[in-house]
């Protein structure tokens, strides 16, 4: 692990949240924890995939609307991404509106800073201040940002990882990060035919399955785990009821293994549950935000409806209807 994810106080974190997933049952181990320096690489590998339509989806939407998003939001806004990964979409954003600050906003160190670098050299007049934090809760914001008004960055649909109550708790918390006045631009993937869904999280040259065993390897470096990867497969099922994909970790025989020096057994079928990828419709969509105290101000999607682009602004508190 990277010192600066071990000075954040990430390492404890993951060693808790690691042994927890594995003694409870159904096993699941949230999927923050998929997005060390590796996994992040791997991840954006993923995106370039041809089944995975939800980035290509997205880049066209901020290619033919983002002049729309800068009339709407006004110019000098600090764009706060949450997540921000490579922020491989963010020119798109950045170079067709009137911004007064970029702050990304993600939990791996090193990555980030990569990506703050390779960006101010695509806007060496724009200040980024990149903050590395758990984007799920309210984050500080750097004091050079605080006087401006603000637009949260939420592309990828990565509010679907999310189940929708801990969902609407982080959009509260970004509203809280953001302050009053501020806007939400959100990528949200749509409900569609699995036949879609499940290749996009499963695809054939095996890179989502990459991305999801890599979490054996990071037990393994960062907690002295025991886990074979080999005796583990990649699964990707679509859960019609709760209307999401879900990953997971299956054991492919009996296996014992060790992690932070606890014995562990998986038998033959068991899963340790690693990713949800919840897919939402019109109304779901508005419904979720309105919980999180957002209003939708403006949405944009592709021809086939395959994908939602919502502009949104944060809600005044009220205590009556």
Not at 89 to 110: C, E, H, N, Q, W
């Amino acid at each position: 692990m990277a010192d600066t994810e071990t000075d954040a106080g990430v390492a404890p974190a993951f060693r808790q949240a690691v042994l927890d997933g594995l003694e409870m049952r159904p096993r699941a181990i949230g999927a923050r924890w998929l997005y060390d320096f590796k996994g992040s690489e791997i991840f954006e590998a993923i995106t370039d995939l041809p089944e995975y339509y939800p980035t290509r989806t997205e880049r066209g939407l901020l290619e033919a609307y983002s002049g729309e998003v800068g009339e709407a939001m006004g110019p000098g806004r600090a764009v706060i991404e949450f997540g921000s990964g490579s922020s491989a979409k963010t020119p798109l954003l950045l170079s067709r509106i009137d911004a007064g600050a970029y702050v990304p906003i993600d939990i791996s160190g090193d990555f980030l800073r990569e990506s703050a670098e390779t960006l101010g050299e695509q806007f060496p007049d724009l200040p980024i201040h990149p903050v590395e934090a758990d984007f799920t809760h309210r984050v500080p914001l750097p004091d050079a940002v605080k006087p401006m008004a603000k637009l949260g960055f939420f592309p990828g649909s990565t509010i679907g990882n999310m189940v929708p109550p801990s969902a609407v708790d982080f959009l509260r918390a970004m509203k809280q990060t953001l302050g009053e006045g501020a806007m939400l631009l959100i990528g949200m993937d749509r409900i569609k035919d699995p036949a879609i869904l499940v290749p996009a999280y499963d695809d054939a040259a095996g890179v989502t399955a990459d991305f999801n065993l890599n979490l054996i390897d990071r037990i393994n470096r960062e907690l002295d785990g025991t886990m074979p990867r080999d005796a583990f497969a990649h699964k990707a099922v679509w859960n019609d009821p709760l209307a999401r994909i879900e990953m997971h970790i299956e054991a492919i025989r009996d296996v014992d293994f060790t992690v932070a020096g606890k014995s562990f057994h998986m038998d033959k079928g068991e899963t340790i549950h690693t990713e949800n990828s919840h897919k939402y419709g019109l109304r779901d969509a508005r419904i979720l935000l309105r919980a999180g105290g957002w209003t939708m101000v403006q949405e944009w999607t592709d021809e086939d409806g395959k994908f939602a682009l919502i502009l949104c602004e944060a809600q005044p508190e009220r205590t009556a209807p």
